[in-house]
């Protein structure tokens, strides 16, 4: 077991029930073992223009040979035309954890 097959994926959306909707979806095609919401307030250049806006961030734990199926659904149901979606390698991380990541984010097609 190698930290470096894990990742936390980032990614936010304005609604919710949106972040709801990505979580399920996500967790049912098992590409996340846990995932996280929580409420933040953003601020950011937005086509020249300084913008600020209550959002979801979802903090997506996943293995790495996940990520191109999760960054694809990710893409395809996101509300955004730019969304953020950030894959942040893990260092470390105990045993028993990682192992029940391993478990949780096994692909079901094999």
Request: charged share 25%; proline share 5%; net charge negative.
């Amino acid at each position: 077991m190698n930290p470096t097959d894990y990742l936390i994926v980032h990614t936010t959306v304005d609604e919710r029930s949106k972040a709801e909707f990505l979580a399920r979806t996500i967790l049912e095609a098992c590409l996340g073992a846990c995932i996280q919401i929580i409420s933040i307030h953003s601020f950011y250049r937005w086509e020249g223009r300084l913008e600020s806006a209550d959002e979801y961030r979802l903090e997506i734990k996943t293995r790495t040979d996940r990520y191109d199926a999760l960054q694809a659904l990710l893409l395809h149901h996101h509300p955004y035309d730019t969304p953020e979606i950030l894959a942040i390698p893990v260092v470390g991380g105990s045993e028993g954890y990682l192992r029940w990541v391993d478990g949780e984010c096994t692909d079901p097609h094999h």
